[in-house]
């Protein structure tokens, strides 16, 4: 297992194509249209092309944004609005500076932020980016044999390295609702 300690993040490099944020990824945001259109008007973007990826349970349709150097950096899922989006180039960098194959020990994250990844995700680790819940970030494992009750042992994890970086829309608050009491009171 490795140790964060007192560790501070890694700011992202300024000359990065797509900075993932807890609100965005590079210039798209939660309100942003899930239209071809649309993610062409990106300067970063030279072209946008109908493809498929993978989620855990099944695939799915998705715009692959490619960079002016030809790199596919980006898959956005979605129909009318965006649901995730998948970073998977090496201009994609994650909020503390993760890029795409670095080592999991590098990324600084720790075992117990991680689940197995299941189905059509088998044999990757799952990884919530403790300081931002919307983001998480995918590792390959090789040698792990995907099993949800025990994730791979230091040796392993010394060989995983980031394969994808995954943002979904961040929830909103509502600070209308009541506060939800843990304790439940009996009655008398």
Known sequence: MVDKGDLEATPPPKNSGFVIGSNHVGDITAQTPYQLE???????VSKVEKTRTTLPLHSVNALSLIDREGQQELLVIGKTQINSIQGIGPKVVGPNGEKIGDSFQSTKMQVN?????????????????KTNENIKLVFTA???DGNPDFLPNKNVLKKST?????????????DNQPLQHKDKVKNS
């Not at 932020?113 to 980016?129: D, E, P, T, Y």
């Open 38 to 44: 649309q993610f062409s008007k990106i300067p970063s």
């Open 162 to 174: 980031l394969k994808k970086i995954v943002w979904s829309p961040p929830v909103p608050k509502d």
């Open 142 to 144: 090789p040698g792990y």
């Open 113 to 129: 932020q991680c689940k197995a990844g299941l189905n059509l995700w088998f044999r990757l680790l799952i990884c919530k980016v």
